[in-house]
Each structure stands twice: as structure tokens, then as C-alpha cells.
């Protein structure tokens, strides 16, 4: 019986796991290979999901928790995507907030679909910037999520460490010098979800990898549940209208006045993206470090005037979730010319993590 490749990928809020799968789905497409993927979050109006169906790929989601406590669901979407689609690979993103995915996901699709299902090593993705903020002296981290960036780090069977394009070769080799020590089993590649540099390696190494080392974590659910408890979440999907309204102007005032609010309030940013379209267009903005936004080429395209634009928003945010939902209706207020209109709104902070099954 043929077997559909699955692989599942894991790391830290904003590591660019979405962008990585995109770009590998890319390869393997130009190859004839068929290629679907996986979205997973603990709410729903997911911005990855967007990004993915956006570049032409079969996409499904896992929504209301993570791969390891909706394993079912997650089972039930590999096989939806089988049965419906002539499928060579899934690529499956965890959530950024997870950890201890070996045991509670790689490890049970193994043991319960192994025949049908070919599990491939466990992918991390690393952003260089985040590792070196977590680690040095006086980081803004707590030391709960520093242990969760950890714990991600310690069960990669393959390390991407990526954003390769903007990080100088001199530090990537330093880091790479440390996870050896930290992970000395796993395979690091310095990878790029911008100009596919390293995406290619990768693939073709795991595609012939076999009998790699498989860690399962020594982990502290308390210290992990409290990293978790501690990243507020906002999913939010809005309406805004206005005569000619210009997008990209629009878009990026809107993510730097969420960031001015954030800094405020003293808060850390994990992830926090937007996702704005309307018939003809759509748009990416996001920011994973306090101070910063990935400028999107979009911006340089000229303008964009629309009457009505959708706008989906991601916050995942050191900070009491709460003051998420505040930050939003402050917003909204501010721009009396145009009609605001919040449609959908998830926000809460994630839950303790109950995996269906542990494996060890
Ligand atoms: N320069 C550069 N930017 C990247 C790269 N990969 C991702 N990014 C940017 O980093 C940001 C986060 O990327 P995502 O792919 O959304 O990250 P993620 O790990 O899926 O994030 P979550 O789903 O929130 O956990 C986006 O603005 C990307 O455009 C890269 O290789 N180089
Ligand atoms: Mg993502």
C-alpha cells in the first residue's frame, strides 16, 4: 500500500514555519510531487491557513487546541486529506506554543497509522534573533516560555535554522555551535523561507533519513502549562469600510499602532500578524519582536484604494489576554471616518495541555 509522507513541524511563535512549509510545498510541487497541509491553532480565522490556500495548496485545519490534545482530529484530518486528494506528502504545522510533540504526535501517528502513514522526522524551526534574545542575560523572557523554546529545541530530529537571509553567516554558524552541544543527535540546516536556501537539503535528507535518534522529552507540564498560560491570544476577524480607503497605508498604520500599544503595556510579542484582502487583493503583514514589521512586497506595489477591506488578526502576545480585546476596541475608536465592524473574536489564553496520548 502506498504510504502518504507526513511531517510535521514544530517550533516557537513566528520561527517562520508557515513560510518554510510554503516554500518546501513549492519544491516538491515544481517536481510533480502532490502536496498538501495542515494548519493548527488553539482558535479559529487562522491567518497561516490564508497564507497557505493563498500559494495553491490543499489545506486543512485543526482548530481548538493543539496536534496533541485533538490528535483525533487531527487523525481524521490526514484522513480526509488522503481519501480526497491523490497526496505524496502533509505537511503538518504545530503550534507555536507546543512542545513534546514527539511523544504525543509523532510517535502515536507511528504506532496507530504507521501502515498507512509515513512519519517523517520531527522538524524544529528556529529564528536566530529569538534564540540569542532568549538566551542572553537579562532577557525579556520568562523563564517559563524561555523553558518552552527550550523544550522545543531539545526534541528536533531536524533544526531549521532559519531567516538565513538576515542574519549574518557568522552568528548562524555560533548558534549552530551551541544547539550542537544542546541537540548533538539532530541534523541543523540554515535554511531560508525567502529564497529556499537549505529548503532542498533538508527535504532530501529526510526523505532518506532513517533510524535518526527519537527524543522524547523530560518535560514539566506545570512549567510548560504556565509558559502557555502566559501567551494571551487574540483571533479576530473584522470588517472595515470607508470611501477609498488606502489599504496598504491602512494596514501598516494599524500593526504599528497594535505594537505602539503593546509596548505600553510592557508587553512581549511572540506573533502578532494581519491579514488584509478584499475581491482583487489580499496582503500580509506580521511582526514577531516588539519593534518590528516584516515589510511585505505588496507595500512596494503602488496603491491600493478599496471601500471595504476583511482583515484577520493573530495575536499571540506576552501579556494578560485580556488587555488583547482592550487594545482592539481602542483601536477600533480611533478611526472615526471609517466603520469598524469585529465579526469574530477569539481570545483567551491557551489551556493546560492534555494530550490524548504520551508515548515514551
Ligand atoms: N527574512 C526572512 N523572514 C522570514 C523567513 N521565514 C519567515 N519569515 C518571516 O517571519 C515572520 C513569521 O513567519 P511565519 O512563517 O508566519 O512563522 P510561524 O513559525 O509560522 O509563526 P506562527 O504560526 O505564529 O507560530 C513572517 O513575517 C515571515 O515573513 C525567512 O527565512 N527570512
Ligand atoms: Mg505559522
Redesign the pocket.
Known sequence: MKQTKVIIIS?F????????MVSAADQLRAKGWKVACITNDQGEQLV?TKIVYSNGFPIQQVQGGCFCCKFDNLVDTINHIVNHNETDVIFA?AV?SCTDIMATVNKPLEAFHGELLDIQPLTV?VDPQRFRDIKKENSIYTTEIAYLFEKQIEEAQYLLL?????NEKMEIEEIKNQLDNIIPFAKIFP????NAMGVNEWLDNIFDSNDLNATVLDIDYDVYAKAEEQLGWLNSSISVSGLQIDVLEFANELLNKWLEKLEQRGAVVA?L?IWVEDENRHLKL?S?RNNEI?PLNDIKHGIWLSDKVDIWINA?INIDYQMLKIILEEIKLEYKTLDIIVNQLDNFAPSRPVPTHRFV
Open positions: 517550533g511563535l513566528g520561527a517562520g514555519k508557515t513560510s518554510l497561516d504545522e507555536g524551526v532559519n531567516k538565513a537571509d538576515v535554511t531560508s523561507a525567502v506573533h500578524k506580521s514577531v516584516y499571540r
